[in-house]
């Protein structure tokens, strides 16, 4: 079995994309880029290819190996591996960063959010693809569902084994990503998450298992569809999750630090002064059950804000459910959803 590596160049044709300019924010020289585009099928979708690294794009010395190996291969290859891409799309690619997902940071979250935004006002643009390591490709996914507001199909996807292993499960998530991005019925349904047949949205979709291929789902609110012989299947008309915002950071070029505070039996509550001290601008405490923690370390929260106006944001360790937060005098009631989603 041949490695994305070893595979040979197919399209003879490629050529440099144009460049999106990233000169004005000065962020340009944080990021070696691989631009690419197939030869056009005016017949065919656009879709523009953000590649950020992850399993997707790693290779171990073995094809037995399915941890420890090393992220390195490109947007150009992670498309040579799958040639019948060009069979249903006329893909894009920009290289925004190439790390393991546990290094992805505020920088490449917001140049993607810019860079997605920008492509795809562009009205030949049909949708776009971010390939993501798995570890933290929720975070980005949801981050992106906040950030980018557009009906076109935005599609997150990832690999739970590296491209040289047997059976990686890679190059047909891409495949099917693309499918979906170019798809009419994937509009209006915000951020997606693909990986193993299954189609996610970003709101609701979280990574249950670190090692098993069908890890990504939603345990309550269920999965948006499903692929069928590579065709995408909703069992849902587009709607939109109680509770979405949509921010815009055309004009963000970093965002607040924001510390999250696992609760634990005998919570230190100096936890959240350290957080202070070390520079944060908001804190999330991830509270046992449905969002308790211990009473010293609830005292030293409230004397926290009440001495500094951080806002302090309660939810749950829990992976399901729904926190309510009893209100003070004169204020409103909160209700935290999972993955913070709020409604008043």
Known sequence: MKSFTQLLPLFASLALASPIDLTKSGLHKLFVRQDIQTPVNVSLPNITIFATGGTIASQGSSNTQTTGYSVGLGVQQLVDAVPELLNISNIAGYQTSNVG???????????????????????????VVITHGTDTLEETAFFLESTVNS??????????????????????????????????????????????????????????????????????????????????????????????????????????????????????????????AAGAEGIVYAGVGAGGMSSKANFAAEELYNATSIPIVASHRSTDGMWLLQPAKGKDLVAVRDHGGMEQ
């Open 101 to 127: 997902s546990g290094s992805i940071n505020e920088t490449i979250s917001l140049k993607l959010a810019h860079m997605i935004n920008e492509e795809l006002a562009k009205p030949e643009i049909s949708g």
């Open 151 to 276: 009906a076109k199909p935005v599609v997150c996807v990832g690999a739970m084994r590296p491209a040289t292993a047997l059976s990686a499960d890679g190059p047909l998530n891409l495949y099917q990503a693309v499918v979906l991005a170019g798809s009419p019925a994937g509009r209006d349904r915000g951020t997606m998450i693909v990986l193993n047949d299954r189609i996610g949205s970003a709101f609701y979709t979280t990574k249950n298992n670190a090692n098993s291929l069908d890890t990504f789902f939603s345990t309550e609110s269920g999965q948006l569809g499903t692929f069928v012989n590579q065709v995408p299947y909703f069992f849902f008309a587009p709607s939109e999750p109680v509770g979405r915002v949509v921010f815009d950071v055309s004009n963000v070029t970093d965002l607040a630090q924001v510390d999250i505070l696992y609760a634990h039996q005998d919570m230190d509550p100096a936890l959240f002064n350290a957080s202070v």
